[in-house]
């Protein structure tokens, strides 16, 4: 099993705080003032949703009717109050990533060509433009969207046709790169969230196996796995967590059976592994979603910067190809197929689903655990009833549906 795969001994007794027996600091002052910073952070960095996550958790650390509540309210509602008048063009788009693109288009302009660095700062700024301008071009005339007659998440489409599948570069299983044929198919945006999970979960009385056996792994960032006793998809970190403020954050903790169960009750199905793969490198080949610059915090939430995941589409720079956000980073997904290491030496070229039987089921993508293998080509695995705090799915759709 790989190294983001790992587990305890199946015998070992599972934990009964996880990331919660971690002691809080006993400066509350210091720790509120932490969280603002973070949020202010990502307020810079255009990430709305994930500043308002950080602000709203300090809120509840704050004294009641103190000076720090009052301001970390009105810092609330002015995120808020901008948000809701966003171009409905840019619905994928922070509006902090339009304001600092004008920002930095003004500045462009004002710089003095006598500066002893202006040759460097105007390469830095237009570099930065750039990265910029790609995280708005989610609607490109190539691509289509659509919400599928039985859900109301939003699909992209995938044109029919050839791409090269797998890599020369990456590990044995990655071995040979190949060309597959696919048809046209649909697939998630994004991936599935808590608030999405909580209608499927509400509608059918729905028990996830991490439910019914009372444990799931969670990762406690900075330390390693850990078997949480009571953790879950509404109780991320285990007893006392919740998704209350995380409604658009993904759904964890979820294994193969339940997010096929979902699939089914939403209409839609698990994408296949090749499905997968194409919708993140496209017919270009892609190292990455978004190309061939390395990893960053821009692109992706990863490497444990957040500790945990962010509401799905915080990285719109991320974006891939043929418009699907977060298929590199903030959680790792199921897909279809039965896993098999050598599997590509014996695959067929039109529309490969995978082996016919197997123990394992794939797992494609990243996490915001993993600092390595954030190539669209890696290959993961794991035990259909396997759950984790960093693995996740999306949907995928038939043309005809």
Known sequence: MKPGNSSPCPDATPSQTGPGSVPASPDLDAAVKALVDVAQKFEKQGRVESALVCYRQALGMCAEGGAKEKEINRAIDSLLAVSRNEDEDYAFVPWRVLANLENLRKELEGLDEDDLYYEERKDDIEREIVRLERSI????????TKIPEKDDVEVVK?????????????????????????NEFWIGRTTVTNARFKEFIDDLG??????????????????????VA?????????????????????V????????????????????????????ARSTAGRTYPWGTEAPDGFYLNFAETM?????????????????????????????????????????????????????????RGSSWIDDKDIRSSYRDYGKPRYTTNDLGFRCAVDDEN
């Not at 995938?158 to 696919?182: I, K, N, T």
Request: charged content about 25%; proline content about 7%; aromatic content about 10%.
């Open 137 to 144: 071009e989610l609607k490109d005339d190539d691509r289509s």
């Open 158 to 182: 995938v044109p029919e046709g050839e791409f090269m599948m797998g890599s020369h570069d990456g590990e044995d299983d990655e071995y040979p790169e190949h060309a597959v044929y696919l």
């Open 206 to 227: 729905y028990r996830t196996d991490a439910e019914k056996v009372g444990w799931s792994l969670v990762h406690i960032p900075g330390e390693d796995w850990a078997k």
């Open 230 to 250: 009571g953790a879950n998809w509404h109780q991320p970190q285990g007893p006392g967590s919740s998704i209350q403020v995380m409604e658009n954050h993904p």
């Open 252 to 279: 964890v903790h979820v294994s193969w059976s339940d997010a096929s169960a979902y699939c089914k009750w939403a209409g839609q199905r698990l994408p296949t592994e090749a499905e997968r793969e194409k919708a």
């Open 307 to 363: 500790d945990g995941t962010a509401p799905v589409g915080s990285y719109p720079a991320g974006v891939s190809a043929c418009g699907c956000l977060d298929m590199a980073g903030n959680v790792r997904e199921w897909a279809a197929d039965w896993y098999n290491e050598d599997y590509y030496s014996n695959t067929i070229y039109d529309n490969p689903c995978g082996p016919s039987r197997g123990t394992q089921r794939v797992i």
